[in-house]
């Protein structure tokens, strides 16, 4: 779920092949994690030591519904701080370090920011006046040809309409049609360079040009879903990327982009990759954790396979240094699959968030089918005694990340 929302001067004093943040993760050149600064103090609800400053209520939101996803409750103080720093209006900064503050024309809030809150307010439930003042100030924001921008105003792009689009299927409104029909509009055909993929958004000139992470939240919006996507009904038939006389519809575009995400794993079939200009490519964590869940949510479990075993065996110490969100975003990947995050790879992607921030209030005991070596189904309980690099992410995971093709 990802889109790179950087200001030049943050992209020039910052060297990150990715994050998973929508502002970004300021992962310095070293490879570290930049302290907050002298006069920011984190405050205690908050998940991450690093500095909030382009990605506190993004990296917030994640690690809320990601416990939530994993079936438990999480801190009130951490929720009331994600709740307190909404807008009169509805709407959401990056961060505001003092919330108790009116929102001048100085704090500039966003649609993703603002659209991840919801998705996270939204399924913990009981902040509806926060949540329904959030969607009405995003639908006031809707751009002439159907999507969103990143700020209000701002042309429009695949990544902010996809995550606002999981924001109002999360709130319980009912399918965006222009907008999913947008995002059908920017999938490229099969047989172009870049076949089935989703564009960021078309250049000057309007043309497409592919872009996984773009495609990747385009997936999940088109199929009108959230970062916390289930996996979908996999196609009857052999799957595809389908060019159809008529134009696309959100359907066929979910349905091409998943196939395309697919195709441009590496050479092994095993991850994205992504690069700064004239860097070596590497492997992209966050875009390729948000892959496996747009390829998951399409159906088709089966190809998102491979690359969520590679994940399993390398995306840990990405997650590590990355922190909150990108551990979100592997227990979303998880949970799109069908799998216990709570044991991905021989790590507890759980465990390992909640010591990120404040410690839940409770877990609720989950009853999952397993089989075992003879396929005889057993059951299990995981309740609360048992809960104890670089890359990009979609969904920097900006959300999130946003790159221009």
């Known amino acids: 779920m990802t889109v790179l929302r950087r200001s030049a001067a943050v992209l020039a004093a910052t060297a990150v092949i990715g994050a998973a943040t929508p502002a970004m993760t300021a992962t310095a050149a070293d490879g570290t994690s930049p302290s907050p600064s002298a006069s920011t103090v984190l405050p205690?609800?908050?998940?991450?030591?690093?500095?909030?400053?382009?990605?506190?209520?993004?990296r917030q939101s994640l690690a809320l519904l990601a416990q939530h996803t994993v079936g438990l409750t999480p801190a009130t103080k951490a929720v009331d701080w994600l709740a307190g720093q909404q807008c009169a209006d509805g709407s959401y900064a990056a961060f505001r370090a003092e919330p108790a503050a009116a929102?001048?024309?100085?704090?500039?809030?966003?649609?993703?920011?603002?659209?991840?809150a919801v998705q996270a307010l939204a399924a913990l439930g009981g902040h509806d006046d926060a949540v329904g003042k959030a969607v009405t100030w995003l639908k006031a924001q809707r751009n002439k040809d159907g999507g969103w921008g990143y700020t209000p105003g701002s042309p429009s792009d695949t990544n902010s309409t996809g995550v606002v689009i999981g924001a109002l299927t999360a709130a319980g409104e009912s399918t965006d049609e222009a907008a999913a029909g947008l995002l059908a509009k920017w999938s490229l055909h099969c047989d172009a360079a870049g076949g089935g993929g989703i564009a960021y958004q078309p250049d000057k000139n309007g043309k497409l040009a592919a872009n996984a992470d773009a495609t990747a939240a385009g997936v999940l919006g088109a199929l009108g879903k959230g970062f916390a996507a289930t996996a979908g009904k996999a196609p009857e038939e052999g799957y595809a990327c389908e060019n159809s006389d008529k134009a696309l519809t959100p359907a066929d575009a979910a349905r091409n982009g998943a196939e395309y995400l697919v195709g441009v794993m590496d050479d092994h079939g095993n991850h994205l990759v992504s690069a700064l200009a004239g860097a070596k490519p590497q492997?992209?964590?966050?875009?390729?954790?948000?892959?496996?869940?747009?390829?998951a949510a399409q159906g088709?479990?089966?190809?998102?396979?491979?690359?969520?075993?590679?994940?399993?065996?390398?995306?840990?110490?990405?997650?590590?240094?990355?922190?909150?969100?990108?551990?979100?975003?592997?227990?979303?990947?998880?949970?799109?699959?069908?799998?216990?995050?709570?044991?991905?790879?021989?790590?507890?992607?759980?465990?390992?968030?909640?010591?990120?921030g404040p410690a839940p209030e409770a877990a609720a005991a989950h009853t999952k089918e397993k089989k075992d070596s003879s396929g005889t189904s057993v059951w299990w309980i995981v309740g609360t005694g048992l809960v104890a690099g670089i890359g990009i992410g979609f969904l920097f995971s900006g959300r999130r990340k946003q790159r221009q093709p």
């Open 103 to 116: 929102c001048g024309a100085k704090v500039t809030v966003d649609t993703n920011s603002t659209a991840a």
């Open 44 to 58: 205690s609800g908050l998940f991450g030591d690093t500095d909030p400053k382009y990605d506190g209520v993004w």
């Open 300 to 356: 088709s479990t089966k190809p998102a396979r491979q690359p969520y075993a590679w994940l399993e065996a390398h995306a840990v110490p990405w997650a590590k240094q990355s922190g909150p969100a990108a551990y979100a975003e592997l227990i979303f990947a998880a949970h799109a699959m069908g799998a216990d995050p709570r044991d991905f790879g021989g790590t507890n992607l759980v465990t390992a968030l909640n010591a990120t």
């Open 283 to 295: 492997p992209d964590y966050g875009n390729t954790a948000d892959a496996v869940v747009a390829i």
